[in-house]
C-alpha cells in the first residue's frame, strides 16, 4: 500500500499525530483541552502512537480492538495516568492483512474508504449524540456573531466538564484516555482488499470545514500526492482564516482545529509519503 499524508500545524505544534507500519497507518487526534490536564495532549497523543505502533509490530495479525487496547494500557503506564484530569486521543487505523482491510475508530474522526461505486464513512458519532446544553449554546452564540471572546472559552469550559462526565461509561462515549476497556467499544469494519482501492484517514478539523467548502470529494482526495493534500488542508486554513474568523458560517470551537489527512492506496506497492505545513494554529 503507498501511503500519503498533509497535517496543519506540523507536528510537535498542535495534538494530531501520524504512525505508520509496514501494513497499517493510524491517525490520532488528542483532544483539545480547554480545562486544564495532566499531560498536554500532543504528548499523549506521542506515546500513545508510539504504543501502538510496537503493538502492531509484535503483534501484525491481531485484532485492531486488542491492539489498541494495549497501546492505551501502555501509554497510561508510561505516563502514570490515574486521575480524573487525563488527556484523551481520538483513533483512527487502517491495516491491511491477509487479504482484507481491517478499521478501526474510536472517536469523533472518520475514515472514508471505496465502494466500488463511490465513497462510504466510518465514524464515531457518540459524543455529539449527547447533544449537550453548552455544545449548542456556544454555536449559537458564534452564529450571532460572539466569536470567541471570554464568554467562548468559558462556555467550552462547562461543555468539558459535562463531557468529562459521560466519557468513558455506558450511555456516554467512548475514547482514547486510560482505560484499556474503551478500545473495545470502537467502531471496527473488515473490507475486501480485492474491492477496496483506497481508504483516507481524517482529523474532524480537516473533514468539517472542507465538507463545507465542498472539498469533499473523498475520492479524488485518496489520489492526492502529499503536496495537494497540503494545499488543500492550507485552502480550509485560509478560509476561516479570512473568510469565516468568528465562526459565524461554520460554528467550530477554535477558529484553526488541528487539520490531517492521511490517504492509503491499494496500488500493490509500499511507501509513505509525507508533507506538512508548519503554521500553528490559533
Known amino acids: 500500500m503507498r501511503i500519503s499524508t498533509a497535517q ?10 501520524v504512525v505508520a507500519t509496514g501494513n497499517a497507518v493510524v491517525v490520532l487526534d488528542g483532544a483539545s483541552a480547554i480545562e486544564s490536564v495532566s499531560i498536554p495532549p500532543g504528548v499523549y497523543a506521542d506515546y500513545l502512537g508510539a504504543s501502538i505502533t510496537a503493538a502492531l509490530t509484535a503483534r501484525p495479525e491481531a485484532a485492531l480492538a486488542s491492539i489498541l487496547a494495549e497501546a492505551i494500557e501502555a501509554a497510561a503506564r508510561s505516563l502514570g495516568l490515574t486521575g480524573e484530569d487525563c488527556p484523551s486521543s481520538t483513533v483512527a487505523m487502517a491495516r491491511t492483512t491477509g487479504g482484507q482491510i481491517d478499521l478501526l475508530v474510536l472517536g469523533d474522526s472518520f475514515i472514508f474508504y ?21 455544545q449548542r449554546k ?3 452564540r458564534l452564529r450571532a456573531g460572539g466569536g470567541y471572546d471570554p464568554t467562548h472559552r468559558a462556555l467550552l469550559r462547562r461543555l468539558q466538564r459535562q463531557q468529562r462526565q459521560h466519557r468513558n461509561r455506558p450511555e456516554g462515549y467512548w475514547i482514547a484516555e486510560k482505560d484499556p476497556a474503551a ?41 492526492y500526492d502529499p503536496a495537494e ?14 473568510t469565516d474568523p468568528g465562526g459565524q458560517r461554520l460554528p467550530r470551537a477554535k477558529r484553526h482545529d ?3 489527512i492521511a490517504s492509503v492506496r491499494q496500488d500493490g506497492s509500499l511507501g509513505v509519503r509525507a508533507a506538512a505545513v508548519d503554521e500553528s494554529a490559533e
Open 8 to 17: 496543519l500545524p506540523k507536528p510537535p505544534h498542535g495534538a494530531d499525530r
Open 114 to 134: 471505496d465502494t466500488g461505486s463511490g465513497a462510504a464513512v466510518l465514524t464515531d458519532d457518540r459524543l455529539a449524540a449527547l447533544g449537550l446544553p453548552e
Open 138 to 140: 456556544y454555536r449559537e
Open 183 to 223: 478500545a473495545g467499544h470502537a467502531r471496527t469494519l473488515t473490507l475486501p482488499a480485492s474491492t477496496t482501492c483506497w481508504t483516507v484517514l481524517a482529523t474532524d478539523g480537516a473533514v468539517n470545514t472542507a465538507q463545507h467548502l465542498g472539498l469533499d470529494d473523498w475520492q479524488a482526495i485518496a489520489h
Open 229 to 242: 493534500l497540503a494545499r488543500l488542508l492550507q485552502r480550509c486554513h485560509d478560509w476561516e482564516e479570512h
Open 258 to 260: 488541528d487539520k490531517t
